[in-house]
């Protein structure tokens, strides 16, 4: 059998979410965020949810975010995301408000927001995209950044005596009685993004029932400032990042 | 012989030649072209179409949503 009898309409099994406009991504060829914005449209469109959902974007790479998915946006200031969906979410109770952060943006200047915002119960999904450093400023210290690991600003890696210990954030937030799910996934293989799937759609879900904040952490790479290709920081991330963010849900009521 | 066949087309001018996709592939399907597209990039594509399997864990992995994916289930293979 031909290729080209295969390729016909009726024999299709995955095809782009219609949610995702047609722009070319500025990311880096690899970056998690094209996986993560990709799931978060299939799980946006399986919903049928498309005109109930307002994003609310943060400072790094993805404060782009809105020139790829075809909902509602709002930019927030650096780490300011969940105090704006929070806004949001009160004026707007029957929308569908998520927040999208980096690790730079959500875990230190932003650290008091989302302690607050999840301490409160507010009815939003917060997705966290956690890569160890910088991304779009040039790879440096990030407080999520692994001890000992190198970065623009800790050349001969990070020394926990003079900038500390790294941020374990979701596990703090999973000790908040205002959550109601709280996870940490990945995105390096089929089988992490169908699982990242299944638990972004439950997370929608919680936000549709009212239940609280679901936080969903996805552990990322940043193939540009580890100055790494994308598949051997997908094994970098594999062998450095898990044993450090162990992957599994701390948190589903 | 296989029963099921797979085809994958890749949109060559928003690939980004990021290799992910031709990992995962659990049928060494996809390879990296030598040529390149118009910015530059290795391009993703069908090396050897008749392994695929139409599994889709290509698609599912590509950052920039370019794979689409098909799939036919032979009557008598």
Same mark, same amino acid.
């Given at each position: 059998?031909?290729?080209?009898?295969?390729?016909?309409?009726?024999?299709?099994?995955?095809?782009?979410?219609?949610?995702?406009?047609?722009?070319?991504?500025?990311?880096?060829?690899?970056?998690?965020?094209?996986?993560?914005?990709?799931?978060?449209?299939?799980?946006?469109?399986?919903?049928?949810?498309?005109?109930?959902?307002?994003?609310?974007?943060?400072?790094?790479?993805?404060?782009?975010?809105?020139?790829?998915?075809?909902?509602?946006?709002?930019?927030?200031?650096?780490?300011?995301?969940?105090?704006?969906?929070?806004?949001?979410?009160?004026?707007?109770?029957?929308?569908?408000?998520?927040?999208?952060?980096?690790?730079?943006?959500?875990?230190?200047?932003?650290?008091?927001?989302?302690?607050?915002?999840?301490?409160?119960?507010?009815?939003?999904?917060?997705?966290?995209?956690?890569?160890?450093?910088?991304?779009?400023?040039?790879?440096?210290?990030?407080?999520?950044?692994?001890?000992?690991?190198?970065?623009?600003?800790?050349?001969?890696?990070?020394?926990?005596?003079?900038?500390?210990?790294?941020?374990?954030?979701?596990?703090?937030?999973?000790?908040?009685?205002?959550?109601?799910?709280?996870?940490?996934?990945?995105?390096?293989?089929?089988?992490?993004?169908?699982?990242?799937?299944?638990?972004?759609?439950?997370?929608?879900?919680?936000?549709?029932?009212?239940?609280?904040?679901?936080?969903?952490?996805?552990?990322?790479?940043?193939?540009?400032?580890?100055?790494?290709?994308?598949?051997?920081?997908?094994?970098?991330?594999?062998?450095?990042?898990?044993?450090?963010?162990?992957?599994?849900?701390?948190?589903?009521? | 012989?296989?029963?099921?066949?797979? $085809?994958?087309?890749?949109?060559? %001018?928003? +690939?980004? @030649? *990021?290799?992910? &996709?031709? =990992?995962? /592939? !659990?049928?060494?399907?996809?390879?990296?072209?030598?040529?390149?597209?118009?910015?530059?990039?290795?391009? $993703?594509?069908?090396?050897?179409? %008749?392994? +695929?399997? @139409? *599994?889709?864990? &290509?698609? =599912?992995? /590509? !950052?920039?949503?370019?794979?689409?994916?098909?799939?036919?289930?032979?009557?008598?293979?």
């Amino acid at each position: 059998m031909d290729v080209k009898d295969i390729i016909k309409e009726e024999n299709l099994v995955y095809k782009k979410s219609a949610i995702i406009t047609d722009n070319t991504m500025h990311y880096c060829p690899g970056c998690t965020h094209g996986t993560v914005h990709k799931v978060v449209a299939e799980v946006i469109e399986e919903m049928g949810i498309q005109d109930k959902t307002i994003g609310v974007s943060p400072v790094g790479c993805s404060v782009l975010a809105y020139n790829y998915l075809d909902i509602d946006w709002q930019q927030a200031a650096h780490g300011r995301a969940p105090a704006v969906a929070t806004a949001i979410n009160r004026l707007y109770p029957e929308k569908y408000v998520f927040a999208y952060q980096g690790d730079g943006d959500l875990a230190s200047i932003g650290c008091a927001e989302i302690i607050h915002a999840c301490n409160r119960g507010e009815n939003i999904t917060v997705i966290f995209i956690n890569n160890a450093i910088y991304g779009m400023t040039g790879g440096q210290m990030a407080p999520t950044t692994l001890e000992g690991m190198k970065t623009a600003t800790t050349p001969y890696g990070r020394d926990v005596k003079l900038a500390g210990y790294p941020l374990k954030i979701t596990e703090l937030i999973a000790q908040l009685p205002g959550t109601c799910l709280v996870t940490r996934e990945s995105a390096e293989s089929a089988v992490a993004v169908r699982k990242l799937k299944k638990m972004i759609r439950k997370a929608f879900e919680n936000t549709g029932k009212k239940k609280g904040t679901s936080f969903i952490e996805v552990v990322s790479t940043c193939n540009s400032g580890w100055k790494l290709s994308p598949v051997e920081s997908n094994t970098w991330m594999k062998e450095n990042m898990f044993p450090f963010y162990p992957l599994g849900t701390m948190k589903d009521i | 012989m296989a029963k099921i066949r797979g $085809a994958v087309v890749v949109d060559k %001018e928003r +690939c980004k @030649g *990021c290799n992910v &996709c031709v =990992v995962t /592939c !659990p049928t060494n399907t996809l390879s990296l072209a030598r040529e390149v597209n118009s910015k530059g990039y290795n391009f $993703a594509y069908m090396e050897n179409p %008749e392994a +695929c399997i @139409g *599994c889709a864990n &290509c698609a =599912v992995v /590509c !950052p920039d949503s370019v794979i689409t994916v098909y799939k036919v289930k032979l009557q008598d293979a």
